[in-house]
């Protein structure tokens, strides 16, 4: 059974008296253990697509299923849940919160979850290790470049175990050396722990290294390969 | 979670530090305004109430029945061996047995409308304001003597001089006029024209001779050491009653009722301009939380993502306002008792903006104000600020919770 399946899905936004079509008529299933980039142009549907798989909106038709969970029919309490359990989120711009420190914010979802300090405490300082930013635990935020805090918000994304980790344009603050390090690191972790990353770009530098790679443009699937980064 | 809740809302509080600032600086100065204030009234009402009781009807009052609201002259007791009772109780400061006839006083030159009062002049000097300011050869000599001392309006208005004579008339017991001759020992100035026009005091004994009546009294008038002494010696006072089924006792507010009334309005008033001030310090808040939530939109937004549910947003916008009241309660508090402190121990000096004696309510109001402190009353307010910052919160909290994580992230 695929981990996400997305099936028959539009998307339609009201603005002003127009109707914009964001997603029109798109499928997909996503195996679990997948490293695949949501490719295409500005405007081509990609963010919406990572919205509606992390239940951060809802489709104006057509099923999604995570984990065989049939999330439309969820309420917001339920998804707040079930975001908080089964997914992780790494934004463009980081969004890290800024007073909190590096180990602070990377262990927010576990707060989240109510799991015990000393849990949370090694489980990021252990995280930190393996993304190479031991050491800045303590700093906050505005101390870190770009990079860092972006590892930061990895290990965020990481700490409670997701299901699928869902990256929109993690790379587009950063740059290129940076962007195709932090992408190497994903892959790694990929490879390392089964992890199922979903992550939207439109750098051919950065959709290169996917291992799968879902065009899209003007919210239709154009196309769905397999590449060979490795 | 709690702990990092309360934590990251900490942090939170001062991440614009001098919005912050400013608005627990307007929340502590409201503080500090209204209990400096309240304090400051409950010291100018408990030195009114104090002259009040002590020149009146004392603390507790023990009549006759109605008199307190009738003034009957008829409604006279014999104290027996109660004023000696009352007076051995534990916070009785002095007992003032008094004896009140309506009466006319006449001069060779002019007659006034006066009201004799026969009083114990010891207990008397002790206990009542205007007599203390008097020299030993002012004051009345004995109980029955005709030594009479008189305000100073009415001495100007008979065109008497101290020493010299002048008769005074009531009605007797028995419905007769009665006439005596009282020689004027001393002169007192109360302030209050009424009183200071009419007042004759005279002992006690010989105002009861005049009326017919020996021994015979309207009012004992209990001074307490503490006013708040009342709740502990009223029900006393009225076990010592039992055996004189005629005889009441009532506490100040009854028997000057004027003076309770004043002080109640005007309390009243001022409790009307303390709930605006803190209304505006809560709009302020509101302002304050709004704008710190408005500008954390996207911070929110990320927050839902995550799996945060509303309950914990709105648990972190309560907590900053939380925060926010509790620290302004206590630095409140803090200036609070600094200006209660300056209030008390140099008071305010009106005698430059006000005439040397005004009269409120019935008595004479000091021209040196000064504050008493009420601790309970100042911690209950700082109490109150603290859920009032949580009710200023509620709105923008809400705001908070409202924005779909998908909008929100949107936000720059």
Not at chain 1, 49 to 78: F, H, M, T, W, Y
Not at chain 2, 163 to 192: I, N, P, W
Not at chain 2, 371 to 382: E, Q, R, S
Request: glycine share 8%; aromatic share 6%; net charge neutral.
């Amino acid at each position: 059974m695929p981990l996400v399946q997305l099936v028959n899905i539009n998307k339609t936004y009201q603005l002003g008296n127009q109707q914009i079509h964001a997603v029109h008529d798109f499928s997909l299933s996503i195996d679990r253990g997948d490293f695949i980039a949501l490719a295409g142009p500005s405007g081509s549907g990609k963010t919406t697509i990572l919205n509606l798989i992390g239940c951060l909106d809802k489709p104006s038709s057509g099923r999604i299923e995570i984990n065989g969970v049939d999330v439309a029919q969820r309420s917001a309490r339920q998804l707040s849940d079930f975001r908080l359990r089964e997914l992780g989120f790494i934004f463009q711009s980081y969004n890290l919160i800024p007073v909190l420190t590096a180990l602070e914010n990377a262990e927010f979802t576990l707060m989240l979850q109510g799991v015990p300090k000393a849990e949370r405490r090694s489980r990021v300082t252990d995280l930190f290790r393996q993304l190479g930013i031991a050491g800045l635990e303590e700093r906050r935020p505005n101390d870190l470049s770009g990079g860092q805090q972006q590892r930061v918000a990895i290990a965020r994304a990481m700490a409670a175990n997701p299901q699928v980790i869902l990256a929109d344009e993690p790379t587009a603050n950063l740059d290129s050396h940076t962007a195709i390090e932090l992408l190497d690191l994903m892959r790694r972790l990929n490879a390392e722990q089964g992890i199922t990353f979903i992550f939207s770009s439109h750098d051919q530098q950065v959709i290169f290294r996917a291992r799968r790679v879902v065009r899209l443009k003007d919210g239709s699937l154009q196309s769905d390969s397999l590449e060979s980064a490795e | 979670m709690t702990v990092k809740l309360f934590r990251l809302a900490w942090r939170n509080v001062w991440r614009n530090r001098r919005r912050s600032l400013i608005t627990l600086a307007a929340m502590s100065l409201s503080v500090m305004l209204v209990q400096g204030s309240h304090n400051l009234s409950v010291g100018v009402y408990a030195q009114m109430i104090d002259n009040g009781v002590r020149a009146g009807s004392g603390h507790l009052s023990v009549y006759v029945g109605d008199y307190a609201r009738s003034r009957d002259e008829k409604l006279t007791f014999h104290r027996a061996d109660l004023q000696t009772r009352i007076a051995a109780l534990p916070g009785v400061a002095q007992v003032a047995p008094r004896l009140y006839l309506p009466g006319m006083a006449q001069s060779s030159r002019e007659s006034r409308g006066i009201l004799l009062t026969g009083v114990d002049p010891e207990v008397e000097r002790v206990v009542n304001p205007f007599l203390r300011k008097l020299g030993a050869d002012e004051m009345l000599r004995s109980i029955d003597g005709r030594d009479a001392v008189i305000g100073e309006k009415l001495l100007r208005e008979l065109q008497l001089k101290p020493g010299q004579k002048f008769v005074v008339t009531v009605q007797g017991r028995d419905g007769e006029l009665a006439s005596e001759l009282l020689r004027v020992r001393g002169v007192v100035r109360t302030g209050m024209r009424d009183i200071d026009g009419s007042l004759v005091l005279v002992g006690r004994e010989r105002a009861a001779k005049i009326l017919g009546v020996p021994d015979a009294i309207h009012e004992l008038a209990v001074i307490l050491v503490q006013a708040q002494d009342d709740v502990t010696v009223y029900p006393q006072v009225v076990a010592l009653l039992g055996p004189h089924p005629g005889l009441r006792v009532v506490p100040w507010e009854t028997a000057m009722v004027n003076l309770a009334n004043a002080i109640k309005f005007d309390y009243a008033s001022q409790q009307v301009i303390f709930i605006i001030i803190l209304l505006i310090v809560t709009i302020g808040m509101v302002n304050t939380v709004l704008m710190s939530v408005l500008e954390r939109m996207r911070e929110f937004g990320v927050m839902r993502a995550l799996g945060a549910t509303s309950r914990v947003l709105v648990t972190l916008v309560l907590t900053e306002a939380l925060l926010l009241g509790v620290v302004a309660a206590l630095f409140g508090t803090l200036l609070g008792s600094g200006l209660t402190w300056y209030l008390a121990e140099v008071g305010i000096d009106l005698r430059d903006y006000i005439a040397a004696e005004i009269e409120f309510g019935g008595v004479v109001f000091e021209p040196i104000i000064r504050a008493d402190w009420d601790w309970v009353w100042m911690g209950k307010l700082a109490l109150w600020v603290i859920p009032l910052s949580v009710f200023a919160a509620l709105y923008p909290a809400l705001k908070a919770v409202r924005i779909a994580p998908v909008e929100a992230m949107r936000q720059v």
